[in-house]
């Protein structure tokens, strides 16, 4: 792969909104949300829970739960063969159970979850499981299926894989078991890998061991990942780039050093704020973000950020949302009405 190549998108995510439309009302789970994903690289999504992170990765692979629905934007994944040009394929066009889609899906694109026991079937082996992912997408035997769940199972680490091929879930640790679920996402080398907080239930020795796998395996495979966590720490040591959301909406996106040395928007620098840092005196309290992230069944208007801002506008941040996200520099840009010229924020007022 050259160096033009991995500079080319694998997905690219325009204008992206999805929604559930229940009983109780309806929740604009993800709200035009913009972002690219690069050949090769790490884009980290941050932000607090509910805020649309997992939504957006079930979105990218036509898996949102009913009666969600994407209602407009456009996801475009991007296929590289070795032997003709480049293909462009309009995910948000693919019925859900279509064969395009289930060939890309697990394929091209696979998925890690947070908690294996509950991702994995426990009445099944863990060799069972990914033997059955390798036949559905690349047409082996049997046989053939099981040595190459043992060689991936090796290729992650797994201790004596040729006897704990035949192990159950349940008889195994948690780092084991997330072991075992990405070597199920990785069994058909795919092009993009989204992990969506495959760390949180684990304790820091086996995170530590599992984000550094996991780095490994992409430099290995030459793969993209999108890793979806509220751990800033985390993305600190993951990303390449950032997408931080608020509210089904991207409030911020620029390089992992930017978002953590040069940062724009106050939710940003909120979420910086309330990371414990090495000399931090003892007893003293954590920045904490003031009030609470609003009822989805009722987003303020204006940016829904703004109850909750130190740096809020009356008369602007609480009458609409900036749009579109508005470019700072090359590769970073914000959603903010801070930055926004105020001959914009006129013409907005006046329209």
Same mark, same amino acid.
């Given at each position: 792969? &050259? ?19 229940? %009983? ?26 509910? !805020? ?23 996801? /475009? ?9 480049? #293909? ?6 693919? @019925?859900?159970?279509?064969? $395009?889609? !289930? ?21 099944? /082996?863990?060799? &069972? =499981?990914?033997? #059955?992912?390798? +036949?559905?997408?690349? @047409? ?19 201790? +004596? ?16 078991? =997330? ?8 069994? !058909? ?16 020795? &086996?995170?530590? +061991?599992?984000? =550094?796998?996991?780095?490994?395996? +992409?430099?290995?495979?030459?793969? $993209?990942?999108?890793?979806? /966590?509220? %751990?800033?720490?985390?993305? $600190? ?29 106050p939710y940003t620098h909120a979420l910086l704020r309330s990371i414990p840092y090495l000399g931090h005196k003892s007893g003293e309290k954590l920045y904490t973000i003031a009030g609470s992230i609003a009822d989805p069944y009722n987003i303020p208007k204006g940016c829904p950020f703004h109850p909750r801002c130190p740096e809020f506008m009356p008369g602007v941040c609480d009458r609409d949302q900036p749009v579109p996200i508005t470019p700072i520099k090359p590769g970073h840009s914000v959603r903010c ?15």
């Amino acid at each position: 792969m &050259t160096m033009m190549d991995m500079k080319q998108p694998l997905v690219k995510v325009e204008g992206l909104k999805v929604h559930f439309n229940l %009983n109780e009302g309806l929740v604009r789970a993800i709200e035009d949300v913009s972002f690219e994903i690069e050949r090769g690289k790490t884009l980290g999504v941050v932000g607090e829970s509910g !805020c649309g992170k997992s939504v957006t990765s079930q979105a990218i692979m036509q898996m949102v739960p009913p009666p969600g629905k994407i209602v407009s934007g456009q996801i /475009t994944f991007y296929r590289y063969p070795a032997d003709r040009a480049p #293909e462009a394929i309009d995910i948000t066009s693919l @019925k859900p159970d279509s064969d $395009a889609i !289930c060939h890309i899906r697990g394929n091209e694109i696979a998925k890690i979850f947070q908690e294996p026991m509950t991702s994995l079937s426990p009445v099944h /082996t863990i060799g &069972t =499981q990914i033997g #059955e992912a390798i +036949q559905l997408h690349q @047409k082996v035997d049997k046989a053939e299926a099981r040595q190459r769940t043992i060689e991936i199972l090796r290729h992650v680490g797994f201790p +004596q894989p040729e006897q704990r091929v035949d192990a159950y879930p349940h008889q195994l640790s948690g780092g084991l078991r =997330q072991r075992a679920m990405i070597a199920m996402a990785l069994s !058909c080398h795919p092009s993009l890998l989204i992990a969506d907080e495959p760390t949180t239930a684990l304790d820091v020795t &086996t995170e530590a +061991q599992i984000l =550094q796998l996991m780095k490994s395996l +992409q430099a290995d495979l030459g793969m $993209a990942i999108l890793f979806i /966590t509220h %751990n800033l720490g985390v993305i $600190a040591k993951m990303a390449d780039d950032v997408v931080v959301m608020y509210l089904g909406k991207d409030v911020e996106y620029a390089s992992v050093d930017d978002i953590f040395y040069d940062p724009y928007h106050p939710y940003t620098h909120a979420l910086l704020r309330s990371i414990p840092y090495l000399g931090h005196k003892s007893g003293e309290k954590l920045y904490t973000i003031a009030g609470s992230i609003a009822d989805p069944y009722n987003i303020p208007k204006g940016c829904p950020f703004h109850p909750r801002c130190p740096e809020f506008m009356p008369g602007v941040c609480d009458r609409d949302q900036p749009v579109p996200i508005t470019p700072i520099k090359p590769g970073h840009s914000v959603r903010c009405w801070l930055y926004v010229d105020s001959k914009e924020k006129s013409e907005e007022h006046h329209a």
